[in-house]
């Protein structure tokens, strides 16, 4: 019953080639309305042994919000290098209003019902930080800061108690064969605890 409810939830994701984006699973809505905007599609896709990602943006108007619909078994190698060059391309757009936003779409699983987080202001490297601190989410949902291992309950708490004679700058950062679905998760994680997200690094 429970994929049922599930899979009824995401037939408004299924674009005109009726091609299924399985979006991923968080326990907690961050927003549940998005007005005004267009949709972006990045479709899982495999030839041979070979993971690929298929980008349907063919609906986007840059004066609107994009919501973006990428399934979560994409690996963030893959979905980080399109995420910016969409970015850059609507922010190079001559009808791009200032209030539009980006968001990614998942699925709440408690409340059984689409789910969106915006992620317009976020800072995407495809390499290591070269300073800063260094928030590394594992693939076991293990934390690491500065290679400090720290329970995710308490990352805010260890976070502002870091000894430092300066504003510190946080970079969290995955591995580029993290799931889409799991970097979800933890995005939501971050924003729901109250921690500041702006650079993401993913190598």
């Known amino acids: 019953m429970k994929r049922i409810v599930i899979l009824i939830s995401l037939l408004s994701l299924f674009s005109c080639e009726d091609k299924p984006v399985l979006l991923p699973q968080v326990d907690h809505t961050v927003l549940s309305k998005i007005e005004d905007h267009s949709p972006i599609y990045m479709f899982f896709k495999t030839e041979g042994k070979d993971t690929l990602v298929d980008v349907n943006r063919r609906n986007s108007i840059s004066s609107t919000n994009w919501v973006f619909n990428i399934d979560k078994r994409l690996p963030l190698r893959l979905v980080i290098p399109e995420l910016i060059k969409l970015q850059a391309k609507k922010e190079g757009s001559a009808h791009k209003r200032a209030t539009s936003e980006n968001y990614f779409s998942y699925s709440d699983s408690i409340q059984k019902q ?17 300073f800063g601190v260094h928030i590394n989410f594992a693939k076991n949902s293990t934390v690491f800061v500065n290679a400090v291992e720290v329970k995710k309950e308490d990352l805010k708490t260890y976070l502002s108690h870091l000894p430092s004679d300066k504003p510190l700058h ?4 995955f591995d580029q064969n993290c799931s889409y679905g799991n ?3 933890e ?5 729901t605890n109250g921690l ?3 650079s993401i690094f993913v190598y």
């Open 114 to 130: 689409l789910a969106f987080i915006p992620f317009t202001k976020l800072n995407f490297t495809l390499e290591k930080p070269k």
């Open 170 to 173: 946080f970079n969290y950062c």
């Open 183 to 185: 970097f979800v998760k």
């Open 187 to 191: 995005l939501v994680f971050a924003q």
């Open 196 to 198: 500041q997200v702006e």
